[in-house]
C-alpha cells in the first residue's frame, strides 16, 4: 500500500488526513473513511484499520477533524459533534473526486464518539453504502449521567454552567477540562476513567504527539444534546457491523445494544468481543487486530464486488 498526505475543505476550514491506497490496483477501488473519538487524531490507532482495509483492496481515508491535531480551525481543542459530522460528510465528497476511487462504494468506520457519527452517517448520506461502528457513543446524556454518578455529574453541571456564563460575558474566554484523569474524585474530566488517562498518555509518546488531554468545557455541553436514537430508527438498507467490547462500562454496552436492536435493516450484524474492554481496543494489539478483521471482512463483503 501507499499513503499519501490529502486535504479537503470543510466548511472553510482545512482538513487534513492520509489516503491509504491499496497497491496495483487495476481499477477504481472503493474507499472507507475513518476518524476518532473523544480528542483523537489522526495517529491513534487508526492506521493499523486503515492499513488493514488496504491489504484487501479497500482504499482508507483517515482525518483529523477540524480544531484537531494537524487540521485547522478554532477554537484548538473544541469538539463540535454536528461540525465532526460534516467532516465525514465533506470526506465523503473528497472521495467522489478522488482519481482511482469508485464514487459508489463508499464506505464509514468509526470507534467510540465517532462510533455513533457514521450511524448517524448511514441514516443521513445515501452516499455511504456500508459502516462498522465500534464501541460506539450512543447517547450522550445518559452517558455522562451513569458514568459521572450524581455527586460527579452535579460538579459537572456547574462546570458547564460557569463556561456558558463566562463566554456570554466575554467570547475571547472560556473553560477547558481533561479528557480524562487519573484522580477524579479530585479533578473533573469529560470521561473520568484513570485507564483512559494512562492509555492515552503512553500512546501519546509512542505513536500519536499531537493527542492533547483537553478539550473545551463547550465541548461537553455539547455531548449532553448528542443521541443517535432519532437516526438509527433510518437506517433502512445500509449495511451496519457494530463491534460492541463485552461489559463496555465507558460508553455502555448496554445502551449499545439497544441502539443496534432499533436498526431496521435486515442488513446488520452485532460482534461482541469477550474478554475485553473499551480501553483495551487500544492497548491490546491483539484485541485491535480481532476487531480489525472484524471491520475489514464486513467491508470486503459489502463493497468490494462478488
Avoid at 461540525?83 to 469508485?102: K, P, V
Wanted: aromatic share 10%.
Amino acid at each position: 500500500m501507499r499513503r499519501e498526505d490529502i486535504e479537503f475543505d470543510s466548511d472553510g476550514t482545512v482538513v487534513r488526513g492520509w489516503l491509504y491506497r491499496p497497491d496495483n490496483a487495476a481499477a477504481d477501488v472503493p474507499a472507507v473513511v475513518l476518524a476518532g473519538g473523544w480528542c483523537y487524531v489522526r495517529e491513534l490507532v487508526m492506521p493499523h484499520y486503515a492499513e488493514r482495509f488496504a491489504v484487501e483492496g479497500i482504499a482508507a481515508l483517515v482525518f483529523d477533524y477540524r480544531n484537531l491535531g494537524a487540521s485547522d480551525g478554532e477554537p484548538r481543542q473544541h469538539l463540535d459533534p454536528w461540525a465532526q459530522i460534516r467532516d465525514y460528510q465533506n470526506a465523503i465528497s473528497f472521495l467522489e473526486h478522488a482519481d482511482g476511487i469508485d464514487s459508489d462504494r463508499l464506505g464509514a468506520w468509526g470507534i467510540s464518539y465517532s462510533g455513533g457519527h457514521v450511524l448517524i452517517a448511514a441514516a443521513t448520506d445515501p452516499r455511504v453504502k456500508a459502516i462498522v461502528s465500534q464501541i460506539p457513543v450512543v447517547d450522550g446524556y445518559r452517558n455522562m449521567r451513569r458514568v459521572h454518578g450524581t455527586l460527579g455529574y452535579r460538579r459537572l453541571w456547574q462546570a458547564i454552567l460557569e463556561d456558558r456564563r463566562l463566554r456570554y460575558e466575554d467570547p475571547s474566554k472560556r473553560l477547558y477540562l481533561p479528557h480524562a484523569s487519573t484522580t477524579p474524585e479530585q479533578e473533573l474530566s469529560s470521561w473520568p476513567f484513570p485507564e483512559t488517562k494512562t492509555t492515552f498518555a503512553a500512546l501519546q509518546q509512542t505513536e500519536a504527539p499531537l493527542y492533547q488531554n483537553v478539550s473545551t468545557m463547550e465541548s461537553v455541553d455539547l455531548l449532553l444534546n448528542y443521541d443517535v436514537g432519532p437516526f438509527v430508527t433510518r437506517i433502512y438498507d445500509t449495511p451496519t457491523l457494530m463491534i460492541v467490547a463485552e461489559g463496555d462500562d465507558l460508553t455502555l454496552w448496554d445502551l449499545e445494544i439497544e441502539s443496534y436492536n432499533r436498526i431496521p435493516t435486515e442488513r446488520k450484524k452485532l460482534v461482541v468481543l469477550p474478554h475485553t474492554s473499551h480501553m483495551t481496543l487500544y492497548s491490546d494489539r491483539s484485541k485491535l487486530e480481532v476487531a480489525a478483521d472484524e471491520a475489514a471482512r464486513w467491508f470486503v463483503q459489502h463493497l468490494l464486488p462478488a
